[in-house]
């Protein structure tokens, strides 16, 4: 019987379990997957706890996918990149070593039509965070020329864009303060990687102002990477303008498949994984 369970903090609003379980369903296999509440001064406790109850693995949510690296043993080559990690599988020797599949839920997530038409433009992204780090991954993997990071926090916007530039030196990243951006009409796409706007934490609040929510262009795409309300305000912003979205629910599902074939070594239904979750739903 696999083990495998979630930490960060919070996970009021997660829909992980649900997902696994129905994934575990869909393959007729025997596990569970525990929602374990885990702040950052938590970590080293935590990771000791499931190596003692012989979790198999485990992913990794806000705010601990970077500083979850410090406890592992290897990386694949995409987490190694985004200097962060989601998905961690502890070993027969209790070591761990940890993934990124995040970058592969972005990329999944974006029509094929959208994913050609990223290639050679210019691309804004709000937050610094792990998942920042993944989704810039994910733009310069699709070919964006220009990538514009937004945030709050600017020292770790800096270092993040350093570490992404090393490793796609044909892309132009530059970060700005989040106050600094008012017109979005230059950008092809906005990606809010930020937990802005979810369940249990500023759910009904946007990243940016409406105001400049109206300024993309009609054929431009906003992405919200929040699932959870299906409908973030941002998205609901976008909709009002006319303007093409990208809800953050079909990344969630793509990342999580991802991670159970990594754990199991079997692929998942990743359509009754998100029937379960739109079930669970209450938007």
């Not at 012989?54 to 406890?71: A, H, M, R």
Request: contains cysteine; hydrophobic residues 40%.
């Amino acid at each position: 019987m696999y083990k495998f369970g979630l930490i960060g903090y919070p996970l009021s609003h997660s829909m992980s379990k649900v997902i696994q379980e129905a994934a575990f369903k869909s393959l007729n296999l025997e596990g569970s997957y525990e929602l374990l509440e885990t702040e950052q001064e938590d970590l080293v406790t935590r990771i000791k706890y499931l190596r003692a109850n012989k979790f198999n693995g485990f992913n990794v949510t806000i705010p601990l996918k970077v500083p979850v690296t410090l406890f592992l043993s290897g990386v694949d080559s995409i987490a190694n990149i985004a200097g962060s990690a989601n998905t961690i599988k502890i070993l027969p020797d209790s070591t761990l070593y940890g993934y990124n599949t995040d970058v592969y839920g972005f990329v999944e997530a974006i029509p094929e039509k959208t994913r050609e038409e990223i290639k050679g433009s210019h691309v804004a992204v709000l937050g610094s965070g792990g998942a920042a780090r993944a989704v810039g991954v994910g733009l310069s993997i699709l070919k964006a020329s220009k990538i514009d990071f937004f945030a709050r926090n600017i020292i770790n916007a800096s270092e993040m864009v350093d570490v992404l530039r090393n490793n796609f030196p044909e892309v132009q990243m530059t970060c700005f303060q989040l106050e600094s951006l008012t017109d979005l009409s230059k950008y092809k796409m906005l990606v809010n990687s930020t937990p802005i706007g979810m369940r249990s934490k500023a759910m009904g609040i946007s990243p940016i102002d409406e105001d400049i929510v109206k300024t993309m262009n009609k054929d431009g795409i906003i992405y919200d990477i929040v699932y959870n309300p299906l409908k973030t305000e941002l998205i609901k912003q976008a909709k009002k303008y006319g303007i093409k979205t990208i809800q953050g629910l079909d990344m969630l599902i793509y990342q999580g498949a991802k991670a159970f074939e990594i754990w199991t070594g079997k692929k998942p239904d990743t359509l009754k994984m998100k029937v379960a979750a739109l079930e669970e739903m209450v938007d």
